[in-house]
């Protein structure tokens, strides 16, 4: 492997886990945000901390993650391995569910939250269950390339 790789390699990784920490953390202070009474303080607070986490740290490592990913297999010759077409799908369900975050983090933000903090709770198991096998497919690579 060359240099280059190792670099794109390496800034995958660090997105990645950006990434994941505001996927774990945004459906969190969702779970906080449903128990705060509408137009508090509190809530006002949550409003401010949800949209920087994801306009400042989740969108940009996202773009940085699907940027360096598509490097990685095209530079890795990967498309022809079944890993990947899983892996891809299960990065497509993450990615559909950040998309279901932020429609949560709009709604919160207008006062319209419709759901108890309950309902957070679970979503968050989401991620991380995605993560798993994401990280398994990339790792293990079952039936392909190593």
Known sequence: MD???LWIKALHIIAVIAFMAGMLYLPRLFVYH???EKGSPQSETFKVMERRLEV???RPALI?????GLTLAIKGQFFRAAWLNWKFVLVLAMTAIYFYLIAMRLRFAADRNRHAAKFY???NEIPTLLLIGIVILAVVKPGGVM
């Open 3 to 5: 240099q280059f790789y």
């Open 34 to 36: 449903a128990g705060a």
């Open 56 to 58: 400042a740290i989740m």
């Open 64 to 68: 940085v993650v699907y940027a360096t």
């Open 121 to 123: 709770r679970i979503l």
